[in-house]
């Protein structure tokens, strides 16, 4: 018996790897060589490439599509419709697949709904991507990215809650009271 919950309706390819006590519901496909984490939600009509690697905690809402070279860290949020891509200049007639390259998306990072990744870039722990945001390239940690195309337009705490840096250099999360420090456009919390 398994230690995870599979929907009737989802595809497990043998040789992945399901992470204890996480969920999959309708019509999701996981493939050979993928790597789901623990306690992870994994919405309906989700695919999961081959060697896709997913950490633990990570929510995955409907209609996303992870192909080869994505990698999500821990806690990661991936919205409605989300779309990550692994090919910078696919064509249907040219077969690229020795040219796939790797996304990676780090720990506690949220891309809101209907955002679009372009491949080969990495997305900074606990930044945040509005919904509908087009991402071209790389996001710091902490930062807010939106529009078309991304642009940096703020800083967000791990909360969740944007944060203002004072003439210190310091901001604190209003939720959490967590604190943070900004130096050469370098977000830490401290």
């Known amino acids: 018996m398994s230690n995870y919950f599979v929907h009737p309706s989802t595809v497990i390819d043998d040789g992945c790897s399901i992470g ?4 999959i519901w309708h019509f999701s496909h996981v493939m050979t060589g993928a790597v789901v984490g623990d306690k992870c939600i994994i919405g309906q009509n989700v695919f999961i490439g081959q060697h896709v690697l997913i950490g633990n905690n990570v929510r995955i809402q409907n209609n996303v599509s992870l192909y080869e070279g994505v990698v999500c860290e821990d806690d990661v949020f991936l919205g409605p419709s989300v779309v990550l891509t692994n090919v910078i200049n696919p064509r249907s007639k040219v077969s690229r697949k020795n040219q796939y390259q790797k996304t990676i998306i780090r720990q506690g990072a949220t891309i809101g709904a209907n955002a679009t990744i372009v491949c080969g870039i990495e997305i900074g722990a606990h930044s945040f991507i509005g919904a509908g945001t087009v991402v071209t390239k790389s996001v710091p940690a902490y930062a807010l990215f939106v529009g078309n195309p991304g642009k940096h337009a703020g800083w967000m705490s791990e909360y969740g809650c944007k944060i203002k840096f004072d003439d210190s250099n310091r901001a604190v999360c209003p939720e959490s ?6 130096q050469n456009n370098i977000v830490k919390r401290v």
Not at 20 to 23: A, C, G, S, V
């Open 20 to 23: 204890k006590d996480t969920k």
């Open 177 to 182: 009271g967590q604190e943070y420090l900004i």
